[in-house]
């Protein structure tokens, strides 16, 4: 059991959000799950039922996780499918926290599985995601409506979420039914005064890049401008702000092309997707220029030159002078300057990546890693000074990705040059055939302690095991017998000694210091590098890659260990695209909260935001009563109440937004397992609700054909609802393409068209939102009688004709569609007027006139009975015996 310590301007952010509900915002890295937790803790209590919503797999084990390494009893539960009703109904009246599924929740909640008025409150985690049509919002809307003492608490820690639309911030805490907003941003005096008061010692080490390395991100960031200007001539209604040479360094600039391009991304012509995929490509490069070694860099430059189709596609780029440097200087990191006797030219044939001055490759290194085996051998001399009064402090390095992590290890281990030459000859050497020279690869393992495979004897000459730091980087020391090394990766240390590393040793039971290496990025669990800290418990921290969050949970974690010594070495390469989106990211954060404080001051929040009031206004579920005013001829008084309108939904539809709106709108769902449809707003009336994804892959496998022919089968309109989303690109039919009149059986258009062959009762609804869908089944059901619930769940794709009472026989009725002349206007006519098949062919052309009232029909019918090859097919059908089509239309009671 651990006791947890709480900073003082934690202790205001709970006792704030815990006296009054609201929206507390902080800023990244500022310890929103360590309130979240405490929260957690307070409700765990069976008297109390609380449920928590928006949270993933991953942070509900650590929530958990967090909560059993306190002592806390008795623990959240997790409700899933895996529980039936009426578990779950236990699991309810037990109380607690409860982790739910919002659909398992709104299913529950619907069906009164769940006793809202015993709810005592709800907490919201990552709120900045709730928008009016979710399913959270549903489940609190729910809960207001019949709970009006409870609370809802929401937390979130992303502030530029909350200034994305016009008044997002106030849209929320209206979808969350809380009236007080708390910000707390970094440079807030009570979070500024508690972090400075135990602040780490910092040592920052701003580098500078080598002059190709320079030279190739000028390069690069003249080629983003570049291709930002063209993107903008052929689209000048970008907007200028958001699209930037500055935001393009940023992670978020995917996000900003997406949000202005995906709306129209069906309307762009090639040259314009073809700019947005070379930024991307340009954004990559830049990444890998400061991240990876020389190596990787210039195998990415030169596929993208040499790759035929990457290299006629592109918008031009490739051709500028910029580019021309890039590649040049790309090279030279390997090989050293070209000769100047001979100018490079952009043409392809020229680059050829042999040519060189130097007798072999150049294979320059990393910055990073020479001032990273320094701080570690800085760190090791400190642990023999200190190791009597202190002990041995462990290192915790924290890189950008597994892949940067990866290639540490791996310089760690064997050296810069061994390494580099092993990539040299796996990747450029293998394509041209030239191997590093054995003297500069013979003279370079000199220099660097303990690097080469040759050494492995020298590793095992100790019996004892020992966990060092940089014992196999010194270039000035001599080479010693106890050169052992010990690496970390992700969770785990791995020895290079033939005993692997024993737990006691990862967790210092073994008084010896511990190296481990762990990603900033790219972890399945968020609160991996948390983990890692709280485990570790490092007194050294390398920070390889800036990263704002890891930064603050470097200062949450000292100053709520106010005696633990900390010291973080801060490594940036000064002047690069590294350090600028470094303080492109603060600087976003900072102007959000600064945008959020002011709209907080001017935010007018009516006093029933909290809807405690019984008739709430902002809970009413009639969109017209809001707006309609009483008529004065009545004295006021409202209409007598119209019959309370019903949908049945199926359950598995819960995941979308529709069900909310219908309920919104008055409409009551009752949540079932239906088989034929997902939607039955009538008696008659069954939908089934596609998506465009889901319309084009249930053409292509079948799947549609077979759910129509069901629908049509048990109800007399069935219903394709075809929803899309008006911010994401579809269309039907492309610019290029031309409308032909041959059905193909790849296009969209001519599916749906044979699917209306088919089944001519089909209708096809479509919507551009669910908003719309809402509105559209609220008139459809006007006047109509309200869907049994018992009656479609009998409905299966299995059940018997029989069961349904039709008037016809399925069989002759859809043959009879197939005649020419009958249509679904007149096919119940003739089947009124005719009992089977063999009685339309004895018909007269006048008599059956009468009956379609309808001559050309009537002719054309009649004609098809009685043509020759007709005459001679009858008389082969009547030797035969009776045929299916030989029944009656009409059913036998």
């Known amino acids: 059991m651990t006791e947890k310590i709480m900073i003082e301007y934690e202790n205001q952010m709970f006792l704030d959000l815990f006296h009054e509900d609201g929206l507390l915002v902080t800023g990244r890295g500022l310890g929103i799950d360590r309130i979240f937790i405490d929260f957690l803790k307070l409700y ?110 929401a937390f979130s820690d992303s502030p530029q979420s909350f200034t994305a639309g016009f008044c997002q911030v106030e849209r929320v805490m209206k979808s969350l039914f809380v009236r007080k907003l708390y910000l707390w941003p970094r440079f807030h005096a009570s979070v500024v005064s508690c972090l400075e008061e135990h602040k780490a010692e910092v040592v920052e080490l701003h580098l500078q890049l080598t002059p190709a390395m320079l030279a190739c991100q000028t390069a690069l960031l003249d080629l983003i401008n570049a291709c930002i200007k063209e993107l903008k001539r052929y689209n000048p209604t970008f907007d200028t702000d958001e699209i930037t040479v500055e935001n393009a360094i940023t992670k978020s600039f995917d996000q900003i092309i997406r949000l202005h391009l995906d709306p129209i991304w069906h309307q762009l012509g090639a040259k314009t997707r073809q700019l947005v995929a070379d930024i991307k490509t340009l954004r990559l490069l830049l990444k890998h220029l400061t991240q990876y070694d020389c190596i990787t860099f210039y195998n990415l430059v030169d596929s993208i030159r040499s790759n035929e189709i990457t290299f006629g596609q592109n918008s031009g780029w490739l051709f500028l002078e ?73 290192v915790l390095i924290a890189a950008e990705d597994d892949r940067t992590c990866n290639q540490i290890k791996q310089y760690l281990s064997d050296g810069g040059h061994t390494l580099l030459k092993r990539l040299f000859d796996k990747s450029v050497g293998r394509k041209t055939g030239q191997k590093v020279a054995e003297d500069a690869s013979a003279a370079t393992r000199g220099r660097w302690k303990g690097k080469g495979k040759g050494k492995s004897s020298a590793k095992n000459t100790k019996s004892k095991s020992e966990l060092t730091l940089t014992q196999m980087v010194d270039s000035h020391n001599k080479e010693e017998d106890d050169d052992d090394k010990t690496e970390g990766d992700t969770d785990s240390v791995e020895e290079e000694d033939k005993q692997p590393p024993s737990s006691d040793a990862y967790y210092g039971v073994l008084q010896e210091p511990v190296t481990v290496l762990h990603p900033l990025h790219g972890c399945n669990d968020p609160y991996g590098l948390v983990r890692t800290l709280k485990d570790v418990q490092p007194r050294y921290v390398i920070l390889y890659d800036a990263d704002m969050i890891f930064v603050r949970q470097l200062e949450l974690f000292k100053a709520s260990r106010p005696g633990t010594p900390l010291r973080v070495y801060f490594l940036v390469y000064a002047g690069s695209v590294e350090e600028q989106r470094y303080l492109t990211t603060l600087r976003k954060e900072k102007e959000a909260f600064e945008l959020l404080i002011k709209e907080k001051a001017t935010m007018v929040i009516p006093e029933e935001r909290e809807g405690r009031l019984q008739n ?60 034929v449809g997902d939607y039955i707003l009538t008696p008659d009336i069954c939908v089934e609700r596609k998506s465009v994804s889901d319309l084009i892959g249930s053409l292509n496998n079948g799947r549609l054909y077979n759910q129509c022919a069901a629908m049509s089968r048990y109800y007399k309109r069935p219903v394709l609802l075809i929803e899309f989303d008006a911010s994401k690109p579809f269309t039907l039919q492309g610019k290029s393409q031309y409308m032909s009149s041959d059905i193909s059986s790849q296009d969209v258009t001519s599916r749906l068209a044979l699917l209306t062959l088919h089944y001519p009762q089909l209708r096809i609804l479509w919507c551009q939102s669910p908003y719309a869908t809402a509105e559209l089944f609220e008139e459809l059901k006007l006047g109509r009688e309200q869907p049994d619930a018992a009656a479609a769940m009998t409905v299966t794709a299995e059940t018997e004709l029989t069961e349904i009472p039709e008037k016809y026989n399925m069989g002759p009725q859809n043959f009879l569609l197939k005649l020419p002349g009958i249509s679904t206007k007149n096919v119940y006519a003739v089947m009124n007027a005719v009992h089977d098949l063999s009685e339309l062919v004895s018909l007269s052309e006048e008599r059956i006139a009468e009956i379609l009232e309808n001559k050309a029909h009537a002719k054309t019918l009649w004609d098809f009975l009685h043509s020759e090859q007709k005459q001679v097919e009858s008389t082969v059908v009547q030797k035969q015996p009776l045929s299916k089509f030989g029944k009656g239309f009409k059913r036998k009671r």
């Open 44 to 153: 765990c209590d069976p008297g109390n039922l609380v449920l928590v919503l928006n949270a993933g797999d991953k942070e509900k084990e650590y929530f958990i996780d967090e909560l059993r390494k306190q002592g806390t009893s008795p623990l959240p539960k997790i409700i899933t499918t895996e529980y039936n009703a009426n578990d779950r109904h236990s699991i309810y009246m037990q109380g607690g926290a409860l982790f739910v599924t919002s659909r398992i929740l709104v299913v529950d909640m619907l069906t009164e599985r769940l006793p809202i008025d015993l709810v005592t409150g709800i907490l919201v985690f990552k709120a900045h995601k709730i928008v009016e049509s979710c399913q959270e919002a549903f489940i609190i809307r729910l809960y207001r409506q019949k709970n009006k003492v409870g609370f809802v608490k």
């Open 616 to 675: 709430d206004p902002s809970l009413s579920r009639n969109p017209k009563s809001t707006n309609a005013s009483s008529s004065t001829r009545k004295g006021g008084v409202e209409p007598e109440p119209p019959v309370q309108q019903k949908i049945i939904v199926d359950m598995r539809e819960f995941r979308s937004e529709l069900p909310s709106l219908i309920h919104r709108r008055g409409i009551d769902i009752e949540p079932v397992t239906i088989e």
């Open 322 to 394: 910029a580019a021309d440097n890039l590649f040049t200087h790309a090279k030279e990191r390997v090989y050293g300057p070209a000769k100047k006797t001979k100018k490079v030219k952009s043409s392809e044939e020229n680059w050829d990546p042999i040519k060189s001055d130097a007798k072999g490759p150049v294979l320059e290194e990393c910055p990073k890693w020479k001032i990273l085996a320094e701080i570690l051998k800085e760190i090791e001399e400190e642990n023999e000074s200190v190791s009597s009064t202190l002990g041995p402090g462990r």
